[in-house]
């Protein structure tokens, strides 16, 4: 039996398409008999994947965001309301995006902790953003990444992208394409119209979700003929 500890980053929603992955590991984890605990952030309605997760044998636990005297506190590395993960065999930081960490004191410190202790860490990302970088944030970056024990992206693509950005190899990466429920639906059969209709599903956030992209690329010549 092992023991798996999992962080995730999500502050947006109680539930998203980057909760897919972990949520399903941690699933199987508790299932087949280990001891599995997960810490997210304290919503007021917590999401239904939550109650299914703790049925199934994982322990959970909340985070909530840091105000000043706490963020005062967490540079020193003191944090006793924050993000508290459990020892265990070995963390996974489930994050939204590549720089999650940049903005989160709270995980800072607990990935402290947990090297302190000699407990390996897992980080898996599930998106990417061009941002530019200070020094300090991509030496941060560079840091975090070079001293997880693997990293998981859900392409080589965004591999490729990340090791651009920090100016560095990442050669402890592996591919794991995120789990959809989708995926498990069989395909409906081709609609036939007079005119092309296009279903875009997805929350309305440009920068995370591309609407500007997409339509800029539906808005040319090429679309109307």
């Given at each position: 039996m092992v023991s798996v500890s999992f962080a995730s980053t999500m502050s947006s929603d109680p539930w998203g398409g980057s909760e897919q992955l972990w949520g399903a590991a941690a699933r199987l984890l508790a299932e087949r008999g280990n001891e599995v605990h997960a810490c997210r952030k304290k919503w007021r309605r917590p999401s239904p994947q939550l109650a299914e997760l703790a049925t199934a044998g994982v322990t959970l636990s909340t985070w909530r965001r840091a105000g000043r005297p706490r963020r005062a506190l967490l540079k020193f590395g003191i944090d006793r309301q924050g993000l508290r993960l459990k020892p265990s065999d070995v963390v996974v930081v489930n994050q939204g995006g590549t720089y999650d960490v940049l903005g989160n004191a709270q995980l800072r410190v607990a990935v402290a902790r947990a090297q302190t202790r000699q407990i390996p860490y897992v980080i898996a990302v599930h998106s990417n953003t061009e941002r530019p970088l200070s020094v300090t944030a991509r030496t941060r970056l560079r840091q975090y990444y070079a001293n997880a024990a693997?990293?998981?992206?859900?392409?080589?693509?965004?591999?490729?992208?990340?090791?651009?950005?920090?100016?560095?190899?990442?050669?402890?990466?592996?591919?794991?394409?995120?789990?959809?429920?989708?995926?498990?639906?069989?395909?409906?059969?081709?609609?036939?119209?007079?005119?092309?209709?296009?279903?875009h599903v997805a929350r309305l956030d440009a920068e995370q979700k591309g609407q500007d992209v997409l339509l800029g690329a539906l808005a040319r010549v090429s679309w109307r003929s």
């Open positions: 693997a990293v998981v992206l859900p392409s080589p693509r965004l591999q490729s992208d990340l090791e651009r950005q920090l100016a560095m190899a990442l050669p402890h990466t592996t591919a794991i394409v995120t789990p959809t429920p989708l995926l498990a639906d069989p395909a409906p059969a081709f609609p036939f119209h007079s005119e092309l209709r296009i279903a």
